[in-house]
């Protein structure tokens, strides 16, 4: 194995800590005692007496800088990471007028200060969302900080503390809310699967077992203003997912993932009529959906990055309270069955590429068949047997795969 997490206490209860070794150097790469590639290593400059020593489960080398350049060192871990660094060790037995710093890819974290007492380098209470990329450290000496030589000898060990509340969906797979886990759950900061729970329960936020069925209720509003809010809080990393301040200024909401890519998030969900479930993408504006009755709902996204969703409830512009009853909670405006993620754009069938096959689509094609195409038909996607015609025949396989698709979710 390249690492082993060892799951620690959090109010998550999804904080990991990775550990990684050193074994033999090897053409820019270095193995666990396994025969594993832990790391890969670059240099500039002079890097000297670089090498492994087996009694001492330790890593050797010495950076000899001239007077005119700077020499360094890059390590660069074949592990990947998501969710956010909490914190950043690195164990070694001396060290001597050198900089450390940590990277993801060419974001700088941090400089790690140096702990002569305990000789560890360290990051404490670092925010940065990682978003599954490797970690670097790069030892850098310069002419100016290498009075005495500069050299690190016996580097032993990387520690990454990761809070991994939310972390990318799998594509495809429902995510259905588990009575036997979430029934006991205080959902006010709780990771499920990747999913954040920041609820408010004096709001009627919470969860409920309807006939073994695990059900979401939200009865929090939230505004977009305040959502942006903490979207860009965590972009500049005063908080992250899973920090208590998160929870306070999101309590109302979920939390999710998506993977770089294009897709769609669904949700599986009815709302009362004078309030809608919100969805933002990252720095998007947020989508609006809604459905008074039971049904899967969906939002397109498309992300150079994996990507924190928003997802919260709002009063609508229009609305005029009625009353506030859905289900068993008594004032809860909505609530969600089950969640998913899809990285499929191209569903045949879908001819309103909203993400789902249903119902609308059976009726677009019925249109377009009696001469009155929709504005938006997607005629490749209606074409569903691929003879390069849309009939009758095309029409019975969207109802087929409208039916198995209510069965199957």
């Not at 993801?104 to 360290?122: F, P």
């Not at 770089?260 to 669904?266: L, V």
């Not at 289900?327 to 990285?343: D, E, N, Q, W």
């Not at 691929?386 to 025949?393: C, E």
Request: aromatic letters at 10%; glycine letters at 10%.
């Amino acid at each position: 194995m390249l690492a082993l997490p060892l799951l620690l206490s959090s109010l998550t209860g999804q904080a990991s800590e990775y550990t990684i070794g050193f074994g033999t150097p090897s053409k820019g790469s270095i193995m666990n005692a396994n025969g594993a590639i832990v790391w890969t290593y670059s240099d500039t400059g002079t890097v000297g007496n670089f090498g492994y020593s087996e009694d001492a489960d330790a890593l050797y080398f010495y950076l000899s800088p001239s007077d005119v350049a700077e020499s360094s060192l890059t390590l660069t871990s074949a592990q990947t990471f998501s969710g956010t660094i909490k914190s950043v060790s690195v164990t070694c037995d001396n060290a001597y007028g050198l900089e450390l710093k940590a990277y993801v890819g060419q974001t700088e974290l941090g400089e790690l200060v140096y702990n002569q007492k305990t000789m560890d380098y360290g990051i404490t209470q670092l925010s940065y969302g990682m978003l599954s990329e490797p970690l670097s450290l790069k030892f850098i000496a310069s002419p100016q900080s290498a009075t005495n030589g500069a050299s690190v000898s016996g580097l032993r060990s990387v520690t990454v503390y990761i809070d991994d509340a939310v972390v990318p969906l799998e594509n495809d797979k429902t995510v259905a809310f588990d009575p036997s886990e979430l029934s006991s759950a205080d959902l006010s900061n709780y990771s499920y699967r990747g999913i954040l729970f920041t609820l408010d329960g004096s709001n009627d936020d919470g969860f409920e077992d309807e006939d073994g069925e695990g059900v979401i209720y939200i009865g929090s509003l939230l505004t977009d203003a305040a959502v942006d809010n903490v979207n860009n809080a965590v972009k500049n990393h005063s908080y992250s997912p899973g920090d208590g301040g998160y929870a306070i200024d999101f309590a109302g909401g979920i939390t999710m993932m998506v993977s770089k890519g294009k897709g769609f998030i669904k949700i599986e969900a009815e709302n009362e009529s004078d309030f809608a479930f919100h969805v933002k993408v990252g720095d998007n504006a947020p989508v609006q959906i809604s459905s008074t009755t039971r049904k899967w709902l969906s939002v397109p996204y498309d992300v150079n990055e994996d990507t924190y969703v928003y997802i919260y409830m709002v009063e609508k512009a229009s609305a005029v309270r009625a009353g506030t009853r859905i289900g068993r909670r008594a004032t809860a405006h909505g609530k969600i069955y089950y969640a998913k993620c899809t990285g499929s754009v191209d569903l045949p069938g879908d001819v309103n590429g909203n993400g789902i096959v249903d119902l609308n689509d059976v009726n677009a094609i019925v249109d377009y068949i009696m001469g009155a195409p929709p504005v938006v038909f997607n005629l490749t996607l209606a074409d569903v047997n691929g003879d390069g015609t849309v009939n009758v025949a095309d029409l019975v396989k969207v109802i087929q795969i409208v039916k198995e698709h209510t069965i199957a979710e």
